[in-house]
Each structure stands twice: as C-alpha cells, then as structure tokens.
C-alpha cells in the first residue's frame, strides 16, 4: 500500500530548504507527499519559492496519513494558537503516527500539548517554547521520541526526513 505523508507550511515566511530537503527524500522513497497550509492557495518561502497547497489544514484528515511533518520559519507562528491545527497534532499523537517538526516547528507540538516528558530540540530561539510545555530540551541536530521526530533547523532537514522515512 502507497504511503502517504503531509507537509504542512505556513501560507508566508516558510523555511525552503526544510520543505525542499524533505520533500525530495520522501517522493525518492516513493511517498506520496501532499501539502497544506492554514488556507490552501499559494504560499510563499522566505527566498522566494512559491508552493500551491493541496488543501488547507482544516480539510486535513489524519485517516489519509502515514505522517505529518511540519516546516519551520517564521510563518509558523500562525499555528501557535490555530485550534484546527492543534487538534490535528493531537489527532496524529493519538494515532501513534509519527510526527515531524523542524526548526522552529517543534514549538507547534508544544502548543498542542504533545511534548510534555518528551525529548525534543529545536531552533536555539525557541528552546523556552518547548521547556515550558515539559519537553527535556537535548540540543541534539534531530532527536526521536516515540512517535515524535524534531529537528533544530535547516543543517539537520537532511537526516530529519530519513528517520521520517524509516518510522514510515
């Protein structure tokens, strides 16, 4: 059976490299890749690159996923309090499907609520987000914690989506 796995991005401001790395490692592994963002549409990256989302985060459901992987930047902030998103994160935890952020991202899961007694890194400028959810920050390039996979930022997009690939 064909796996599948979603990229969610941020509609402004996502990191390129964090989406492009990842997303070029799954369809190599022949995953099916679908992208959403808060509204669907067009969505732009910090350097320019313009995706059109498949669908918007509120048509997600986690039923058609093997995986969810959230792309950090600073467009990300948009799911901190998004409940639609929050409630997505959610859905995947209690399926035990794995989950990926990276970047900036892994404070979306921390917003959710999934973090807490977990091991878990992060872009450097966000190590409070996690550390006030509960997570045990590790300062580690990519750290897996039972179904969660998090990554520190672009250097580590590389080995983050390998470990996707694998727990897929």
Known sequence: MDKSILIIISNYDFNEAEYLVPKNIF????????IASLDGGKCYGSKGLVVEADLSVAKANVLDFDAVVFVGGNGVELYFDNIKTLDLVKEFNYAGKPIG???FAPAVLAKAGILKGKRATVWNGAVSKIELAGATY??????????IITANGPTAADEFAKKIVEMV
């Not at 369809?27 to 679908?34: L, M």
Request: aromatic share 0%; glycine share 0%; charged share 35%.
């Open 27 to 34: 369809e190599e592994n022949n995953i099916i890749v679908k």
């Open 101 to 103: 952020a990276i970047c």
């Open 138 to 147: 590790t300062a580690e390039k990519v750290t897996v914690d039972k179904n």
